[in-house]
């Protein structure tokens, strides 16, 4: 459960509801932030292989444009990659954005994931890589 505190009411959103969580501009990632271990041996079922593929699927510091739904896009380079849980962010932790993997639509990588000799290279070719969470207006 994610735990909001509000002038001393307090909400309480189950993780599985959560498509981002965006700490907003100016943040920088806590490197102290612990995480749940991945399971061993890690139960079966299509949740699992999902979660599994993604997280095999982007290496840390790959530049990415996430499509999570049809209203939210975050972008940045893949910051945390942990089994259930990615944090896009730049490559110094600035303006961190945590996502459900389970709830990803797309993922648009610029270069095939995995195949970069570094991952500090993902830089491409010096191009600051920033980060943005946009909500996209639905036209009908």
Known sequence: MLILVDQGQYEAIPLTSNTAIYVGDGTVYNPSIRYLKTPSPLPTGCDTNFLASVQSYLPLLTNVSIILGVSTQATGLVYKNKFGLL??????????????????????????????????????SGEKTGVSVKNLKIRR
């Open 87 to 124: 944090v896009l962010s730049d490559e110094h932790g600035n303006t961190p954005v945590f996502l459900a993997p389970g709830k990803i639509a797309t993922i648009v990588t610029n270069s095939p994931p995995g195949t970069q000799s570094s991952p500090f290279l993902s830089a491409f």
